[in-house]
């Protein structure tokens, strides 16, 4: 079994910047997929970021350029950190990962319950 905890949601200023943080708990051989979506109320969740197999990562078009995906193997934690936010930035941010989590290459895929992000102008 798997648990995932985000963190490091909150409100800022716009153009201030935030690190969020996903924390991946229980038998974790390895990452294979990561990513962040958001949902802002009465909008559509929103893929925001992801690394594919440990590929190159992908941005939503919105975000490019400002905010960064990663992930810290030791501490099985992926980040996601936002710079330059706008109020339009303004979401529930959410993490989702496949790991390995056995020797046979059993996946777990799954996410967790969110932080909320509230840049103000």
């Known amino acids: 079994q798997v648990t995932l905890v985000e963190s490091g949601g909150g409100s800022v200023e716009a153009g201030g910047s935030l690190r969020l943080s996903c924390q991946a708990s229980g038998s974790i051989r390895r990452f294979n997929d990561m990513a962040w979506y958001r949902q802002a109320p009465g909008k559509q969740r929103e893929l925001v970021a992801e690394v594919i197999r440990g590929g190159t990562p992908t941005y939503l078009d919105a975000v490019k350029g400002r905010f960064t995906i990663s992930r810290d193997n030791a501490e099985n934690t992926v980040y996601l950190q936002m710079n330059s936010l706008k109020p339009e930035d303004t979401a529930v941010y959410l993490c989702?990962?496949?790991?390995?989590?056995?020797?046979?290459?059993?996946?777990?895929w799954g996410g967790g319950q969110g932080t909320q992000v509230t840049v103000f102008s």
């Open positions: 989702n990962v496949e790991v390995v989590i056995d020797e046979y290459g059993t996946t777990w």
